[in-house]
């Protein structure tokens, strides 16, 4: 009668409740697990099993996929082999939330979400304490109210805290606290002191074989686990394996209850941690350890146990596109192809693998799985580092289909092997395994030969040897009917007659990935040992641009026997020397481009940029101008020698507008110098000189040694000395306002009006300039010149 009357639910209650729960089950086709309908449901299509799959009403009510998983996975394993691509969105679980609402609450005097709703007490007044030792109740919960039910506490300050999660809700709890009395005879209640469980776990190392799968679970899975206590497993799979750890079911304290997975002989070593997992967030995929040696850590804190988990430990390949791989002596690794075994792999993906042995051992490859689209997804195999262009080194070539290849497995007649798959843009299937082993482990019988080998065509390919400075070159991979043919071996030699920089860009780059292979270099001959690969590449996309300075280049374009494509087309790009200034130097043989500072943009107002520059082998310089646009004030000037200082004759004098009559000749010394200076007024593109080696020798006593930099003019006044600062007392004034527009615009002077009339006039005036000959002017200088420039 009390409870009634307090609005607390009696037993009959629950009982009707009870009653009226099992009949909405019944129409809804429910079974609760173990006929306890706080315990959770079973997994729809499981109700008849022996041994069926239940799941938590945490697990139901958490948003996340249990029932029907495999069912799950086969749904999207069906979007992939039909839109090739997984549709999650189509798939959908079994589970279905509106079982939350069917939970009931038994009425008690502590009732809490097992494991889940708690309740501390502790000593004093931090009820956020993580101190364990000052914790009467440590995370306490159920249905049962805690012993003793009355205690004292050891002082006169205790805190009381009750933490919910976000999920299920029970009727509580109610506490009556008071001061003791004198004469109350209850207990002071000290927690006795936690001792951590070892005895859990497995003390033996697990071995594991191929194909073999290993299952572990939490102590007491699929009921709770125990409080405090410390798992550990070991396996130990072959030399060079890698270790897969698939998490089936997985229900812990969330940041108290943990699993840790590691490497190495050294259970629970904190440096070689791979993964902990916690909560009930399931990983879609295997937790991977790349190692034979792996171990599993489990510990607990003193309360709140949950179901635990359940784990499969085996071997697993590995399942990327593709890599370079080392297989230890006596050892052996697994490859297989992308997401082998669960799902199937995808389109156009183009892979490759090479493994390499220890010294002096060979290698045996062996195809354990098979299964692609026929005549569409193929794998390649040999020996060798890398596939040959002339088939020479394959042992299996371009197998598909659901058999395996023939033969199923060979050794290689070199340290290194290599295996090759590409698949179409439609249909894809499971895909295949393949192990790959030391021979003194893993020996076939079958020794792979040599194949036959087809010639390579290497008539093809140019030398590019160039005095033109300035212009591009373009080179295309060769081509019939718009494309490139089978078994090229095509080398372009390009001697770099310009010393600064080059740039090399790609028009277009269409090649079979991983077969046709183009490859870039550094020096005049691939096959030198001081050449240098810049980068070598093939596929279906641009590449980058390529700007460093170079003497010679050498291109290689080599394809194989199977698939042609459009090929591709490359530009090699003068880049002159555009800083303002500086101490600059002519390979031998060479030349060297420079060119007014922003080139082809305008270059800046204001600013005066002198030039030295030398001949390294102390011969004579070509002088060319081919580009030239100035403003009518912005003057370049040219000179003999190193600077103004030499005396040397000045050869042209303040160059404006347009490029000069007598824009090409040469010097008669190893060395000139030049001045460029602009005003404050309009800028222009500039100019572009190259300058060439001619190899002819300095006659008389023209010629000058290594050259210093020319930073300054010989008539620039020093600066005057320092006399003493005038204290200057400023008079406060308001400060003044300047319209921005105002601000902004540029006042030119009248007479800055006229000489733009003269210098568009001087632009459009006909002059023809000098025919460029392969003899350049030698310059002779006029009668009394060599005036030093002002």
């Known amino acids: 009668m009390k409870r009634q009357i307090e609005g607390v639910p009696s037993l009959a209650d629950f009982e009707i409740r009870k009653a009226s729960l099992n009949a909405i089950a019944d129409i809804l086709e429910i079974k609760f697990c173990n006929d306890d309908h706080l315990a ?33 996975d086969e749904c999207l394993q069906k979007t992939i082999d039909d839109y090739g691509v997984p549709w999650f969105d189509f798939c959908r679980g079994e589970e279905k939330v509106d079982y939350c609402r069917l939970k009931d609450f038994q009425p008690t005097n502590f009732r809490t979400e097992k494991n889940y709703d708690y309740l501390n007490i502790g000593k004093g007044l931090d009820y956020l304490t993580t101190d364990v030792s000052q914790l009467i109740l440590n995370k306490f919960s159920g249905d049962v109210p805690p012993e003793p039910a009355e205690f004292q506490t050891p002082n006169n300050e205790i805190f009381i805290a009750f933490i919910s999660d976000a999920y299920d809700n029970e009727q509580g709890f109610k506490i009556g606290v008071k001061v003791a009395d004198e004469d109350d005879t209850s207990e002071v209640y000290e927690p006795p002191e936690p001792v951590i469980n070892k005895t859990c776990g497995e003390p033996e190392v697990m071995e594991l074989d191929e194909g073999s799968k ?92 949950r179901t635990g988990f359940k784990f499969e430990v085996s071997e697993i390949p590995a399942v990327g596109c593709g890599g370079d791989f080392k297989v230890p002596e006596d050892g052996s690794i697994v490859i297989a192809s992308p997401n082998f075994p669960d799902l199937a792999y995808r389109v156009n993906q183009n892979c490759e693998w090479r493994f390499q042995s220890a010294p002096g051992r060979k290698l045996t490859m ?60 439609f249909i894809v299937d499971r895909g295949f395994k393949v ?152 390979p031998e043989g060479g030349s060297l481009a420079i060119a007014s500072p922003g080139y082809p943009n305008d270059y800046p107002n204001s600013i005066v940029c002198r030039y030295t520059i030398q001949s390294t082998s102390g011969t004579r310089l ?46 008669r010394t190893a060395a000139v110098w030049m001045k460029f200076s602009t005003d404050d007024y309009r800028t222009r593109p500039g100019w572009m000189i190259n300058l060439a080696d001619t190899g002819d020798s300095i006659e008389g006593q023209r010629g000058f040694g290594s050259c210093e930099e020319y930073t300054s003019d010989p ?29 902004e615009t540029v006042e030119f002077p009248d007479w800055y009006d006229e000489l733009e009339d003269e210098e568009e006039e001087a632009r459009s005036s006909t002059m023809t300039p000098m025919e460029s000959t392969d003899a350049p002017l030698i310059f002779e200088p006029e009668e009394g010149s060599g005036s030093v420039v002002q």
């Open 40 to 72: 959770g449901v079973v997994c729809p299509g499981e109700e008849e099993s022996d041994d069926p799959i239940c799941a938590s009403w945490s697990e139901v009510c958490n948003g996340r996929q249990f029932c029907g998983a495999d069912e799950y």
């Open 214 to 305: 290993v299952v572990i679970t939490s102590p007491n899975f699929p009921d709770t686990y125990s409080p405090n206590s410390q798992c550990d497993w070991q396996f130990k799979g072959a030399p060079g394996r890698r270790v897969g750890i698939k998490v089936v079911r997985l229900d812990t304290e969330n940041k108290a209850d943990v699993v840790t997975v590691g490497h190495g002989e050294s259970v629970g070593s904190r440096d070689n941690i791979v993964a902990r997992l916690e909560g009930n967030d399931i990983p879609r995929k295997p937790v991977v350890v790349d190692s034979e040696d792996v171990w599993i850590r489990f510990t607990t804190d003193t309360a709140m146990e």
């Open 366 to 425: 062996q195809f354990l799985e098979f299964k692609t689209q026929r005549y569409a997804d193929v794998v390649s195999a040999g020996f060798g580092d890398e596939p040959a262009f002339d088939w020479s080194n394959y042992v299996i070539t371009e197998h598909s289909g659901d058999a395996l290849p023939d033969p199923p497995a060979f050794d290689s007649r070199k340290p290194s092997a290599w295996l090759s798959f590409r698949s179409d843009s």
């Open 435 to 586: 192990l790959v082993g030391d021979t003194s482990v893993y020996a076939s019988g079958t020794k792979a030969t040599k194949g036959e080998v087809h010639e390579l065509n290497s008539d093809c390919g140019e030398e590019f040897s160039r005095e033109d400075a300035v212009s591009e070159i373009v080179i295309s991979s060769p081509k019939v009917r718009g494309y490139y043919t089978n078994l090229l071996d095509c080398i372009w030699v390009v001697n770099i007659p310009f010393g600064g920089h080059v740039k090399v860009q790609w028009d277009s780059f269409y090649t079979e990935p991983n077969r046709d292979f183009f490859t870039l270099g550094n020096g005049s001959d691939p096959n030198l040992e001081s050449s240098v690969v810049i980068d070598k590449f093939s596929g279906l996309r641009p590449h980058r641009e390529l700007d460093d300075t170079f003497q010679s280049l050498w291109i290689r374009f080599q394809t194989d026997l199977k698939n042609t494509y459009r090929g591709w087309q490359l530009r090699i790009l003068p880049m002159p020397y555009t800083a303002c200034g500086g101490l600059l130097n002519v």
């Open 622 to 667: 070509a002088f060319t101008i081919t580009q030239f646009d100035t403003s009518y004030q912005d003057y370049l000037t040219v000179g003999e020698g190193c600077s103004p200082e030499d005396g040397g004759d000045i050869i042209l004098d303040k160059q404006a507008v347009t490029r000069p009559i007598n824009y090409q000749f040469i010097p």
């Open 715 to 743: 008539t620039t006044q020093p600066p005057p000395e320092p006399t003493e600062a005038v204290e200057v007392i400023e008079e406060e004034s308001e400060p003044e306002v300047v319209d921005k527009d105002e601000e």
